[in-house]
């Protein structure tokens, strides 16, 4: 199960295939914050507004009740973002999940419009997975070369009746 992970060889040779398929759409360099609450996220974005960059300072004296991370992100995976409302130097309003009362927001920090291409290193993830597919179906497929399927269509008649 670890070859997908470790056929190095084998995972380049696949991107460069494939490399149309490991596009980043519209999406945007941003700080995710997660909050454990509404009233943090409010008081976390204020301390920040006037001075994003000094987003981890903040997000420090808070470390109890936020986590930050900060890459670029596909447009749907950032809370609360509305596509016209997308610019550079935006907050994204604070997103309530109802299910924990927790809440997350954005900062956005620069906006890609047009899809482009993922390196290797982004896209890695997603060429692992596949080449784990592609295991999987070769396995599968030299298991039924070697261990061909048959039916008792005696034991088939009786099961039908």
């Known amino acids: 199960w670890?070859?997908?992970q470790t056929d190095s060889a084998g995972?380049?040779?696949l991107y460069a295939q494939n490399k149309k398929n490991y596009l980043w759409k519209e999406s945007a360099d941003a700080i995710l914050f997660f909050c454990s609450d509404l009233n943090a996220a409010n008081s976390l974005m204020d301390k920040i507004k006037n001075n994003p960059?000094?987003?981890k300072t903040a997000v420090e004296s808070m470390s109890d009740k936020v986590v930050a991370d900060s890459a670029r992100?596909?447009?749907e995976q950032i809370?609360?973002?509305e596509k016209g409302s997308l610019k550079t130097?935006?907050?994204?309003s604070p997103l309530m999940n109802v299910t924990d009362n927790t809440a997350s927001f954005a900062y956005i920090?620069?906006?890609y419009t047009s899809p482009t291409q993922r390196s290797f290193n982004e896209a890695k993830g997603m060429v692992i997975n596949d080449y784990q597919v592609i295991l999987e179906k070769e396995w599968e497929e030299a298991l039924r070369k070697k261990y061909?399927?048959?039916i008792d269509q005696k034991v088939l008649a009786q099961i039908s009746k």
């Open 11 to 13: 995972l380049n040779r």
């Open 109 to 111: 920090v620069k906006v």
């Open 89 to 92: 130097g935006v907050f994204t």
């Open 148 to 150: 061909p399927v048959v």
């Open 53 to 55: 960059a000094s987003w």
């Open 73 to 75: 992100y596909e447009w």
């Open 79 to 81: 809370p609360n973002m």
């Open 2 to 4: 670890n070859k997908a």
